[in-house]
């Protein structure tokens, strides 16, 4: 077969050249159904756009892909600090892209990182991908999976035990004394989610006198946060969790705000708090905010050390699982 251009995809996809065009510079103005029969088409003809070919003609590009989840965690910033660090002692660059838990975004963010060449993506994905990340990784752009758990036979991925960090959050809570905890997290899709659940979960079970009530919310914000907060202390005084563990320092910090606009509960006395990151201002809220550790630098670091040798590697890369163990950071909302 000949060079592969925008005519040829454009024929297999049933589109115009024009959209091809717009789809490889401008992806999200492209239907999702549209943009999915033009990728198909690519990945069969091995289409090598226009940016693509400049970059090979004057050398491999030093640009990194990064499609994060929620750029709104504060741990985020941590993780991205640890990777730009990384990056720019290696002499990369490193382009962020929000997904916003958006599959359709993320599909648009991997096709402009795909399009223009980059030399490695790091992923936190929403859904299941392996189909386009071996896809990716077939046509020379090594993929590096964060905050998830892949298959080495596909590629390296990074992430933290979240299982044992739900574990530690509830065991922690139990050792105090506490018998009625509620769960706050969600959506209970999303991995790292339903792991922190899996962990409190498989604690409750270990006692026999305890109860866990789950809350399951679509949002992991401060905003979130405060409005569980008002319900629980609209409750009757005999109905509320004697703790909570929520499954972020976001969500945690709103619930504190939000049940202590009641004077009459006391952190920790009446209702004991666990959070989930150990972000900056955890150690300085209202109440000092008892938390389960990430380290989101070194965390960022390792991701981007992963990607350099899946780089370097090339096609004898052996693919690597990388896993964090977390750690307890107790304070006042749980010790008093």
């Known amino acids: 077969m000949g060079a592969v251009g925008l005519r040829e995809v454009a024929a297999r996809a049933n589109v115009s050249a024009g959209t091809v065009s717009n789809f490889l510079n401008h992806p999200g103005r492209v239907a999702p159904d549209t943009a999915a029969r033009i990728r198909s088409a690519i990945n069969d003809l091995g289409y090598v756009g226009n940016s693509a070919a400049r970059t090979l003609r004057v050398g491999e590009s030093r640009t990194i892909g990064h499609i994060a989840f929620e750029v709104g965690n504060p741990f985020f910033h941590d993780f991205a600090r640890g990777v730009e660090e990384r990056a720019a002692e290696a002499g990369y660059s490193v382009l962020i892209a929000n997904s916003a838990a958006s599959a359709e975004r993320e599909a648009s963010y991997l096709d402009l990182f795909e399009s223009q060449r980059a030399r490695g993506i790091l992923l936190s994905p929403v859904g299941e991908v392996d189909s386009r990340v071996e896809n990716l990784i077939r046509r020379g752009i090594p993929t590096v999976l964060i905050d998830r758990v892949a298959d080495t036979s596909l590629c390296s991925s990074i992430s933290v035990d979240d299982v044992a960090g739900g574990r530690m959050a509830v065991e922690h809570l139990l050792e105090q004394g506490r018998r009625r905890i509620l769960f706050v997290g969600g959506p ?90 150990d972000i900056d201002f955890a150690a300085d809220a209202v109440v000092p905010l008892t938390s389960v550790r990430r380290h989101g630098e070194l965390f960022g670091r390792t991701a981007l050390d992963l990607l350099q040798r899946e780089i370097a590697r090339g096609d004898d890369v052996r693919h690597e699982r990388v896993v964090f163990q977390p750690e307890l950071v107790a304070r006042r909302s749980t010790v008093g």
């Open 188 to 277: 209970l899709a999303i991995d790292t989610v339903s792991d922190r659940l899996v962990g409190a979960t498989s604690a409750i079970e270990r006692v026999g006198d305890a109860a866990l009530e789950v809350v399951e919310v679509g949002s992991r914000t401060i905003a979130t946060g405060r409005e569980i907060g008002r319900l629980i202390r609209e409750r009757p005084a005999e109905n509320r969790p004697d703790a909570i563990f929520a499954v972020n320092d976001l969500l945690a910090v709103g619930i504190l705000h939000g049940v202590l606009e009641d004077p009459a509960i006391r952190i920790p006395e009446d209702i004991a708090l666990v959070g989930y990151d």
